[in-house]
């Protein structure tokens, strides 16, 4: 038995609140004749009458007042079903998976996440900190949709946009020489070890860093032992100096100090947000165009970085 669709329940129902084909068929603004046929298909279809007729009136039958509450409810499921699909398709529910490196961690990404949950609350944001060498990958497969890392050079089929601009600064021992003075220049860390992730772990924070110092006139000398907390650990006992963006300031551990770096300063590091090309519309472009905003109201950027880039290989 085919059962009928959503057109045939739509003139039921507007023909039973009525009372009148004469009425539903204009309100429905179709032919009277157009709505008699398809009650009375409705009718035939289900093997039950529905409606009970007279010359004045038209009244639900009991199986037709049964049929009505069902067909309502088919009808706002339905119309609920539309509805939730293109609000998915314009980014405003459904689920938004975003990477971010440490970074972003303290201050850039939980500042777009408030922004994003004032103005997307039903939006469903899952997130999680990862290397920036793994943001391609993550990308690519799928596992996220958007990552915020340091600018690096991407592969084939991922785009990027300019999220921020953060001055590095020194991070120091609190017992180390070089650590009493509020200010200094780079250069002078000529001959220190600098704790700094691999490159492989970490590409654009590890070529901001380099490039910072031999902006510095030096080639910094590199710890290879360099590995998550263990930095930390390694800054306070006075062993090595990393660079880091002031965002990091309340999360440095007891025992290391930042130092603001001296004109000429070296070139803020640059943090994008990045996205595989495919993934135009919905959440992905809600998500830019509020970082945007976000963006220009935190002064982020300088007025001439703000658009978006292509691979960059």
């Given at each position: 038995?085919?059962?009928?669709?959503l057109r045939?329940?739509?003139?039921?129902?507007?023909?039973?609140?009525?009372g009148s084909?004469?009425?539903?068929?204009?309100?429905?603004?179709v032919?009277?004749?157009a709505v008699?046929?398809?009650?009375?298909?409705t009718?035939?279809?289900l093997?039950?009458?529905?409606?009970?007729?007279?010359?004045?009136?038209?009244?639900?039958?009991?199986?037709g007042?049964?049929?009505?509450?069902?067909?309502?409810?088919?009808?706002?499921?339905?119309?609920?079903?539309?509805?939730h699909?293109?609000?998915?398709?314009?980014?405003e529910?459904?689920?938004l998976?975003?990477a971010?490196t440490?970074?972003?961690a303290?201050?850039?990404?939980p500042e777009?996440?408030t922004?994003?949950r004032?103005?997307l609350?039903?939006?469903d944001v899952?997130?999680?900190?990862v290397?920036g060498g793994?943001?391609?990958a993550?990308l690519?497969?799928?596992?996220f949709?958007?990552?915020?890392?340091p600018?690096?050079?991407?592969?084939?089929?991922l785009?990027?946009q300019?999220?921020r601009?953060?001055?590095l600064v020194?991070?120091?021992?609190?017992?180390?020489?070089?650590?009493?003075?509020?200010?200094?220049?780079?250069?002078?860390?000529?001959?220190?070890?600098?704790?700094?992730w691999?490159?492989h772990?970490?590409?654009?924070?590890?070529?901001?860093?380099?490039?910072?110092?031999?902006?510095?006139?030096?080639?910094?000398?590199?710890?290879?032992s360099?590995?998550g907390?263990?930095?930390?650990?390694?800054i306070a006992?006075g062993q090595?100096?990393?660079?880091?963006v002031?965002?990091?300031?309340?999360?440095?551990?007891?025992?290391?100090?930042?130092v603001?770096?001296?004109?000429?300063?070296?070139?803020?590091l640059?943090?994008?947000?990045?996205?595989?090309s495919?993934?135009?519309?919905?959440a992905?472009?809600?998500?830019?165009?509020?970082?945007?905003?976000v963006?220009?109201?935190?002064?982020?950027?300088?007025?001439?970085?703000?658009?978006t880039?292509a691979?960059?290989?």
């Open positions: 038995m085919t059962s009928p669709d045939q329940m739509r003139y039921f129902v507007k023909v039973a609140e009525l084909f004469t009425a539903a068929a204009d309100e429905l603004h032919a009277q004749q008699s046929q398809q009650v009375k298909a009718e035939q279809q093997g039950v009458q529905l409606l009970q007729r007279s010359p004045r009136s038209v009244t639900p039958t009991g199986a007042e049964v049929y009505l509450r069902e067909a309502k409810r088919v009808l706002e499921a339905a119309e609920r079903a539309v509805d699909t293109q609000a998915a398709a314009r980014g529910v459904g689920t998976r975003i971010y440490v970074t972003s303290y201050e850039t990404f777009l996440r922004a994003l004032a103005a609350p039903g939006l899952v997130s999680r900190e290397f793994d943001v391609p993550l690519t497969n799928g596992a949709h958007l990552a915020l890392a600018r690096a050079p991407l592969p084939d089929g785009e990027s300019p999220l601009e953060e001055q020194a991070a120091v021992g609190e017992n180390h020489p070089l650590g009493v003075e509020d200010s200094i220049e780079l250069s002078r860390f000529h001959d220190q070890p600098f704790e700094l691999p490159r772990m970490a590409p654009g924070f590890y070529d901001a860093v380099v490039a910072a110092c031999r902006g510095a006139g030096f080639e910094p000398r590199i710890d290879k360099a590995t907390q263990i930095v930390w650990g390694t006992e090595g100096v990393a660079l880091i002031r965002s990091l300031e309340f999360q440095v551990p007891n025992g290391v100090r930042l603001c770096l001296r004109p000429p300063q070296p070139p803020p640059s943090i994008d947000i990045i996205w595989r495919d993934s135009v519309g919905g992905v472009e809600q998500f830019c165009t509020l970082a945007r905003d963006c220009s109201e935190k002064g982020w950027l300088p007025p001439h970085d703000r658009t880039r691979n960059t290989r």
